[in-house]
Every structure is written in structure tokens, then in C-alpha cells.
């Protein structure tokens, strides 16, 4: 699987992935249909059959504009899932220009009828690709991480990321390998408690306030170098995750690349939900990586006025003006305050 | 507790706000005794900053007096008379330990956004925007200072507020301003502004050796202050074409270093050019204004240095990359990395090589706050620099 964020690396060659072509065909079908309709609306009119009059031209150009608006968009973008959707909507509006104009002022009504036939299976095609990029989108999330690793994922959601920590990888990976001490720099996780050798509960706040639970056992343990974990069976939200520690170079410490993989809850829908109020996963594991960093450099969840719980994904949709709370302050959860 | 907040755009005012606590363990809280209305405040009052929120209280330049820190703060104790620097810094990180301390990697909690703009994100810095941590600033009566083990410096001789308030920013920032023009025995300077950190970089350059210093502004009465205060010889722009004038007192060589100390509010004396930029930073076409930068790089002696020390916030059009690119000149900016500057400008001010106090024109009480941004944004009353006594 290609890392988006590689394949962006040349943005105005094409998209690197099979099946883009469809898009392709898509904006460029609507350059094809959008020139014509701008520059001889009195044309293209007459050959759908519709009554080649002032209204009509109005409307046809603006379909016009449309389609290329659209053709830009779909063509020009490297992510052009938002403008093929628009694509659906824009039929869904030919349809009913249709549909008017062979109730007032078809002239040659079979005409419009195959038109407006031509318009549904292209309204199909439309849906059918608009619906494959979102499911793919939902799928890759894209990450600022450095290289692209196909592990044992434990779910179709995956996110990376990666930080420089000034401090010795063995005190690094020796932190992180207390999974108890993950609710300090972990938003989303309340409390992790150690149950066996190589066994862990996990309790986590999921969007709409829900709250989640699961064992992991740890599948993979190198001193200094990496951990490994994954839920088990029954776990409400599948899920695993792979810590590398690596030397930075010269005395700057460690530098950590963290990837997780999960099932959202709710599938996509739910990923595209918890992406509007700003909890896109890979956002959240490069919080979650920068909340570490607090941690092991300063010794605690570094808070302003504005983000009083400290980074978090949410706070930096909806931030709280910079003056003190009234209220006690929130703190870190579990951390030396 | 009285705070000055931002209330939109040429809008603040004094609120009852909440009295600030301890959040974290390296605080501490601060009584402030003064407090000092920053030429960067008026960019924020301006309304071109992006990521203010109505209610943030203002002011990133202020000293006052310990009373409370936090159980991690073993160099601080209640009752110590402290000036605050304005970037908060974590001291641990790999920046900081470069002395890169406004480009700290730990103290933005809001990182996030910082990193949407610029790539990276850089210290917060008190009162100055959500983008830069949302923390709260300090003209007020009262502030929570993070990281009180590493940013605040002790005064301990008996000088007054007045003479080690600027130590928070506009004299280290000046004195960083110079600094980073490397400045070689029979330089010239020419630092574009004549406000109250081009004063402190004026006089830095001759602090740090330079021949000759030349300011560049239109207000004649800050140009006196250059004059008499800092011994420069100005220019102004208003009057005179600045290029020309640059080449005939340099020889036809033109400055050896430039310095910014304007940023992205910068004037035009043609009103048509002027209003080229103005209007596409209206409009939000760019968000800087760049006339100064942009005389900057043509007058710099070739292989020269252009030192920029005025506030950016974002984008600039038409900037002169082919000149900067053939003349070979050497770009050096950066907020103030101010922890580094304390102690030496310090001890500077204590054996009298310079009296920073020099700059102040108004001395305001913290509720006459709004009197004051407006007195020094419209330059009434020959107005350098407001202090607001809380």
C-alpha cells in the first residue's frame, strides 16, 4: 500500500493508485460536456431536444460552469474525492433541469427522454466512484511519518507518526514499556492496568463520549528498540500497535515512530464524523506522540489557558479564550502534577 | 483579578477575569508591577493574527513579583522581584539546548495549528495568539508564568521597573537584531523603523561596534529619539528617497547590514503603492506588507547581511528573491531567543552602558490600557512607548 503522503511528493504528476483513472475519465467527461454548454448553450440545448430560448441558455451555461468547475477540481487535485461527490449533486440537479424542461418547453421530447437517461447511468458511475475514493480515504489515513510499514494491522484504520525525544532510548522504551504510564500522554486512553506478563486491560473514551475496553498482550518486545501490542479476542475496539526507538543523530536523544492500527467504531462514517470535530487518527497519534515528548523532557503534559487539558485534537477545533479558569484547573489525568 | 483583553479587532478592555492558578509544576505566579504595550501587540490589535479569541487577555512584556510557585520551581521563591522574557521555553528540549528558546519544542501546547501554517511550530509566547499556545498575557495584574525555572531572571540590585522591563523583549530583541548582522569594525547599519525596538537596535550596533548607524522612518519625533538618544544619523523616508540617500552616505556601497525592525505593517510614502499591499492585506491576498523588507534587500551592500527582527505573520508578494539571490546576501531573523540575553544585557544595564528606560513616553494605569493602544497605534502625542502600571 502507497503512503499518501509519498505519493504526494510530485503533485502534478497523476494519481498513483489503479483505479484513479475512473476519476480521471470523470473530469474529464465534464470538461468535454462543460466547454460546449459555456460556449454554444443554443446548441446543445436544441440536441437534447429542449426549446432553445433565453432560460435555457441561462441554465445551460450555468450547468456549464459547473461541470467545469467540477472538471478542475477532479483533475487538478491530488484527493478529488469532495469534487466527484459534487459531480453527484450536479446530476442529481440535471435531473430535475430535465425533468422541468420536459414538462414546460421540450421541443423534441425523445430527445430530452435519452438525455435524461444518459444523465442516470452517468449519475451511477458518479456514486459508485464517489463512494470507492471516500471508503479508500477512510481507510488510508494519511500520516507525517517516515516510512510505510505493513504490519500485522488488527484493523483497517491506521495512523503514524513520529517525534525526536531528547533522552537515552532504554529510558524511552523503558517509560513506554509501562503500559500503565500511557493514560499521561495517551488523550484517549483513562487507565491501562497490567494483568499478566505480557498482558494489559485497556479502558479508552471513544467519540460520543463513549468508553471502550480490551486486553492487549504485548506480541513483540526488543530492549531499547521496539514493542509491540495487540488486543485480544472480544475486544470492543480491535486494535494493535508497533513503538520503534531509533538513535537520533549525534546527542539529540531518541527519535520514536509510533503506528497504530484499529477499527474505528462505526467504520467509516464514524472516521468521517470524528475527523469534523477534528480527532483524525493520525492528528491524534501525532498529540498523543507530542504529549510523550512533554512528558519525558519536562516531566508533565505542558497546559495553557486556552488548551487546559493540554494538547488535545478537539481543543484545537474549539479553544477556549486565554484567560484563567474559573474552576480548579483539569490537569493531567494520571500525571505528576 | 484586572486584565486588558482582546475584544476584536481595534478593540481592547479591562475585565474582571479569573485570578490565574497553578496549572503545572513549574509555575509560578507572578503580581505584576508593570507591564509594557509591545509594537507586535498592535498587529494582534490590528486584528492580523490569525487565532485570537474575544477575551484573551493581552501583553507579553512584563516583571513583577513572585507570590506562589509551583512544587517543581527550586529557583524562584515568593517575594522575588522577576522580569518574565516572552517566549515560554522548556529548557530541556534540543532547541533549547541550542539557546534556540523561541523555537522551543515543548511549550505549544497548540502546536498543531502552528504546524498548519508554518511546518513546524515554534514557542508559545504569552498573550499572542491561540497559534502561539494560548496562554494568557501579562497586562494584568497578575500571570501564570510556565516554566518559571527557566525563563525569569532575578533583580536583585535596586534598579526601577522602568530600566529592566525591556529585558522581557524590545532590548533583547533589538540587541539580537544587531547581533545577528555580525557586525565587523568600520560597518555601517541601516535599521528601517525608529520605534522602540530599532531604538534598542541602534543602540546595540554601536554597543557591538558598528562605524555608523542610519535610521529610516517617517515620524520626525522618533527620529530625533534615534538622533539623540542613539546618535544615528536617519533618513526620512516620508521626505527623502531612501535608496538614493543610502548610496550617497555609504559611498555608493550601501549599508553593510540591514535590519527589519518594521514587519508586516510597513508604510510606503507613494499612497499608490502603499495602497497596492494594503489592500491585498485587507482583502487577505497576503498578509504581510513589505515595503521595508523589500528597500531593505535593494540597499544591502552586496554579500551584506539583512538582520529581520519585524514581525511576520504569514505571506508576502513581490519580495525581491532575484536581488537577495544575486547580491549574496545573508538572511538572519527569528523571534528573540531572549533567555539567552538576559543576564549579559543585565549586567550591561547595571554597569550603565545603557539606560533602556530611555524609550518610555507614557506611563498609564492598567485600566487606561485602551487609551493607550490607541495613543501609540496613531502615534499621538509623540507616543515610542506605553507602560501600564497594574
Redesign the interface.
Known amino acids: 500500500m502507497a503512503d499518501p503522503v509519498q505519493a504526494s511528493s510530485s503533485p502534478s504528476g497523476p494519481p498513483g493508485r489503479p483505479g484513479d483513472n475512473v476519476s480521471r475519465a470523470l473530469g474529464l467527461f465534464s470538461a468535454a460536456l462543460g466547454v460546449p454548454q459555456v460556449v454554444a448553450p443554443g446548441r446543445v440545448a436544441r440536441l437534447i431536444g429542449l426549446k432553445d430560448d433565453g432560460r435555457t441558455r441561462f441554465w445551460m451555461r450555468a450547468v456549464g460552469v459547473r461541470e467545469l468547475a467540477a472538471a478542475t477540481g477532479i483533475l487538478t487535485r491530488r484527493r478529488p474525492t469532495g469534487w466527484v461527490w459534487s459531480r453527484v449533486a450536479g446530476d442529481t440537479m440535471d435531473l430535475a433541469l430535465l425533468r422541468a424542461g420536459l414538462g414546460r418547453k421540450a421541443v423534441r421530447p425523445t430527445r430530452t427522454v435519452i438525455a435524461t437517461g444518459a444523465v442516470l447511468g452517468v449519475t451511477a458511475a458518479d456514486a459508485a466512484e464517489s463512494v470507492r475514493l471516500t471508503r479508500r480515504e477512510a481507510v488510508q489515513t494519511p500520516s507525517a511519518s517516515t516510512a510505510s510499514q505493513d504490519g500485522k494491522a488488527a484493523g483497517p484504520m491506521h495512523a503514524r507518526a513520529a517525534i525526536?525525544v531528547?533522552r537515552p532510548r532504554k529510558e524511552v522504551y523503558a517509560f513506554w514499556h509501562d503500559f500503565e504510564n500511557m493514560p499521561q500522554f495517551m488523550a484517549h486512553v483513562e487507565s491501562v492496568q497490567i494483568t499478566g506478563i505480557r498482558r494489559s486491560h485497556w479502558v479508552a473514551t471513544a467519540p460520543a463520549g463513549r468508553r471502550v475496553e480490551w486486553d492487549a498482550e504485548m506480541t513483540a518486545d526488543e530492549e531499547a528498540k521496539l514493542i509491540a501490542w495487540r488486543s485480544l479476542e472480544g475486544a470492543d475496539v480491535e486494535n494493535s500497535g508497533t513503538v520503534r526507538f531509533l538513535k537520533a543523530p549525534g546527542d539529540?536523544?531518541t527519535e520514536i515512530q509510533l503506528e497504530l492500527h484499529y477499527a474505528m467504531p462505526g467504520g467509516a462514517l464514524g472516521a468521517a464524523v470524528a475527523k469534523l470535530f477534528g480527532e483524525e487518527p493520525s492528528?491524534q497519534v501525532?498529540?498523543d506522540l507530542?504529549r510523550f515528548?512533554?512528558v519525558m523532557?519536562?516531566?508533565?503534559v505542558?497546559?495553557?489557558?486556552?488548551?487546559?487539558e493540554?494538547?488535545l485534537?478537539i481543543?484545537?477545533a474549539r479553544?477556549?479564550?486565554?484567560?484563567?479558569?474559573?474552576s480548579?484547573?483539569i490537569?493531567t489525568k494520571g500525571g505528576?502534577? | 483579578m484586572r486584565?486588558n483583553?482582546w475584544s476584536g479587532r481595534n478593540t481592547v478592555q479591562v475585565e474582571n477575569?479569573?485570578?490565574?492558578?497553578?496549572?503545572?509544576?513549574?509555575d509560578a505566579i507572578v503580581r505584576i508591577t508593570s507591564t509594557a504595550i509591545c509594537g507586535s501587540d498592535l498587529h494582534l490589535y490590528d486584528g492580523y493574527i490569525p487565532?485570537m479569541?474575544?477575551?484573551?487577555?493581552l501583553g507579553h512584556e512584563f516583571m513583577g513579583e513572585v507570590v506562589e510557585v509551583g512544587k517543581?520551581v527550586g529557583s524562584l521563591t515568593v517575594g522575588d522581584r522577576v522580569v518574565v522574557p516572552f517566549p515560554i521555553a522548556?529548557g530541556?528540549?534540543?532547541q533549547c539546548?541550542r539557546g534556540l528558546f523561541s523555537v522551543c519544542?515543548?511549550?505549544?501546547?497548540?502546536?498543531?495549528?502552528a504546524e498548519k501554517l508554518m511546518g513546524h511550530s515554534t514557542a508559545?509566547i504569552f498573550?499572542y495568539s491561540?497559534m502561539l499556545?494560548?496562554?494568557?498575557?501579562g497586562q494584568a495584574e497578575y500571570a501564570?508564568v510556565?516554566?518559571a525555572d527557566v525563563g525569569p531572571i532575578k533583580i536583585e540590585s535596586g534598579l526601577a521597573d522602568e530600566q529592566v522591563l525591556f529585558l522581557s523583549d524590545i532590548f533583547p530583541t533589538g540587541y539580537m537584531g544587531a547581533e545577528m548582522c555580525d557586525i565587523k569594525p568600520g560597518d555601517v547599519v541601516a535599521v528601517w523603523g525608529a520605534g522602540p525596538v530599532a531604538q534598542f537596535a541602534i543602540a546595540s550596533a554601536y554597543l557591538l561596534g558598528a562605524e555608523r548607524v542610519i535610521a529610516i522612518d517617517r515620524f520626525e519625533y522618533r527620529l530625533q529619539m534615534a538622533r539623540e538618544k542613539g546618535g544615528a544619523e536617519t533618513i526620512n523616508y516620508a521626505e527623502t528617497n531612501v535608496l538614493e540617500a543610502l548610496r550617497e552616505m555609504t559611498g555608493g556601497r550601501g549599508p553593510d547590514a540591514c535590519i527589519d525592525a518594521v514587519g508586516m505593517e510597513a508604510h510606503h510614502h507613494n499612497p499608490g503603492l502603499h495602497a497596492y499591499d494594503r489592500v491585498k492585506q485587507a482583502t487577505r491576498l497576503e498578509t504581510d506588507r513589505g515595503h521595508a523588507l523589500r528597500q531593505a534587500v535593494i540597499a544591502c551592500r552586496p554579500g551584506g547581511t539583512l538582520s529581520i527582527i519585524g514581525v511576520y505573520g504569514g505571506l508576502m508578494d513581490k519580495f525581491p528573491i532575484g536581488a537577495l539571490m544575486n547580491k549574496g546576501l545573508t538572511v538572519r531573523t527569528g523571534q528573540c531567543h531572549v533567555h539567552r540575553y538576559l543576564r549579559p544585557l543585565l549586567q550591561r544595564i547595571e554597569q550603565g552602558e545603557i539606560d533602556p528606560s530611555f524609550v518610555v513616553t507614557h506611563r498609564l494605569s492598567l485600566d487606561d490600557a485602551p487609551t493607550g493602544y490607541e495613543t501609540f497605534k496613531h502615534k499621538r502625542d509623540d507616543c515610542v512607548k506605553v507602560v501600564l502600571k497594574p
Open positions: 525526536t531528547r539529540q536523544g492528528q501525532r498529540d507530542r515528548k512533554q523532557e519536562t516531566g508533565e505542558v497546559l495553557s489557558d486556552g488548551s487546559p493540554g494538547t485534537a481543543r484545537l479553544q477556549r479564550p486565554a484567560h484563567p479558569l474559573e480548579e484547573p490537569g505528576p502534577s | 486584565a483583553v477575569v479569573p485570578d490565574p492558578k497553578i496549572m503545572n509544576s513549574r487565532t479569541k474575544r477575551g484573551d487577555i517543581g522548556c530541556s528540549c534540543n539546548r519544542e515543548n511549550s505549544n501546547p497548540n502546536a498543531r495549528i508559545g498573550g491561540h499556545g494560548g496562554y494568557a498575557g501564570r510556565p516554566f
